[in-house]
C-alpha cells in the first residue's frame, strides 16, 4: 500500500514553466506505476503522463507531447512532472496516482482503461496571466 502527496502546483504565465511532484507519505512509490492526471471542475479526468515502474518507460498524451515530461528521482521516491511551455488550457486541478497492476501498463492507465488505486488530492495548476 502507498499513499501519495502532490505538491508544486501554483500560478504561471502563460509560456511558462512549472514542476510538480508527487511523493509517497507512506510506502515504497519505487515500486508503482505512477500518472498524473487533471481534471477542470465540471469536466472528465484526464490522463497526463505515466511512468512505469517496470522499466521507467515513460508515456504522455497527445495534448502535452514535447512540453510535459515525467520523470522519477529513485533515491528520494519522488516522481516529477515537468511542464513547459504551459497555456490556460492546462488549467487544472493535477492528481498523481499510483498502481501495479500486472496486467495494465501506462497506455492503458492514462487512457482510463484501467483505474489507479492509490490517488492524491491534487495540486492545483493555474496558467494566467
Known amino acids: 500500500q502507498v499513499r501519495v502527496v502532490e505538491s508544486g502546483g501554483g500560478l504561471v504565465q502563460p509560456g511558462g514553466s512549472l514542476r510538480v511532484s508527487c511523493a509517497a507519505s507512506a510506502g515504497p512509490l519505487n515500486d508503482y506505476t505512477v500518472a498524473w492526471f487533471r481534471q477542470v471542475p465540471g469536466k472528465e479526468r484526464e490522463g497526463v503522463s505515466c511512468?512505469?515502474?517496470?522499466?521507467?518507460?515513460?508515456y504522455h498524451t497527445d495534448s502535452v507531447k514535447g512540453r510535459f515530461t515525467i520523470s522519477r528521482d529513485i533515491a528520494d521516491s519522488t516522481v516529477f512532472l515537468r511542464m513547459n511551455s504551459l497555456t490556460p488550457e492546462d488549467t487544472a486541478n493535477y492528481y498523481c496516482a499510483a498502481d501495479r497492476n500486472p496486467q495494465a501498463n501506462c497506455t492503458g492507465y492514462v487512457a482510463g482503461l484501467v483505474r489507479m488505486v492509490y490517488w492524491g488530492q491534487g495540486t492545483l495548476v493555474a496558467v494566467s496571466s
Open positions: 511512468i512505469s515502474h517496470r522499466d521507467e518507460s515513460t
